[in-house]
């Protein structure tokens, strides 16, 4: 099984910061990798596939990159709805696995 | 647009079975993979496993020996049975449209998501 490790798993940071999440894999996945957002009570949501495609309606300030076992999320100008808590996901193989999440906080 | 809607008892007893349903609506359940993800209370996300509309599935081996997924396509409807439940299985539980989109499957449907407590 293929594991996923985020960091930091917590993030503190203000309006309009630039901010990067790491993702890495346990084993070369390719670009097979997704990111979700998820706000409190809500279902997560696609944000990025493929790495570094970006999910129709998502806004441009958001960027993935990488592939095999190493993978970025990047906002650049952090807006106050960005605050949430985000998870990559890879599709290389079943079972499909998550990282254990990062939560974006405001400062 | 694609919807789903998970259904199902909120309180499920140890030792018991717990079923829930996922209703798709807004398109045909034909030709996707349906998943099931699971989320315990302030952590992250498991996936349980997934089932084609021809029947066949996939199962997350942390689980394989208590799950069993089916579909039901004249009703547009998926379900989930875990048995022999404990507290750890306390959970949202998610269901939610594995689609490929070219080379890469993405969960891009989900539904809102039903809690469910494991408690005598």
């Known amino acids: 099984d293929i594991q996923m490790t985020q960091s930091p798993s917590s993030l503190s940071a203000s309006v309009r910061d630039r901010v990067t999440i790491t993702c890495r894999a346990s084993q070369s996945i390719s670009s097979h990798l997704n990111w979700y957002q998820q706000k409190p009570g809500k279902a997560p949501k696609l944000l990025i596939y493929?790495?570094?495609s970006l999910h129709s309606g998502v806004p441009s300030r958001f960027s993935g990159s990488g592939s095999g076992t190493h993978f970025t999320l990047t906002i650049s100008s952090l807006q106050p709805e960005d605050f949430a808590t985000y998870y990559c996901q890879q599709s290389y193989s079943t079972p499909r696995s998550f990282g254990q999440g990062t939560k974006l906080e405001i400062k | 647009q694609v919807q789903l809607q998970e259904s199902g008892p909120g309180l499920v007893k140890p030792s018991e079975t717990l079923s829930l349903i996922c209703s798709v609506s807004?398109?045909?359940?034909?030709?996707?993979?349906w998943s099931w993800i699971r989320q315990p209370a302030g952590k992250g996300l498991e996936w349980i496993g997934r089932?084609?509309?021809?029947?066949?599935?996939n199962y997350n081996p942390s689980l394989k020996s208590r799950v069993t997924m089916s579909v039901d396509t004249s009703k547009n409807q998926f379900s989930l049975k875990l048995s022999s439940v404990t507290a750890a299985d306390t959970a949202v539980y998610y269901c939610a449209r594995e689609v490929l989109w070219l080379v890469q499957f993405v969960f891009d449907v989900w539904g809102q998501g039903t809690m469910v407590s494991v408690s005598s």
């Open positions: 807004g398109g045909s359940i034909s030709n996707d993979y």
């Open positions: 089932i084609y509309t021809s029947g066949s599935t």
């Open positions: 493929d790495a570094s």
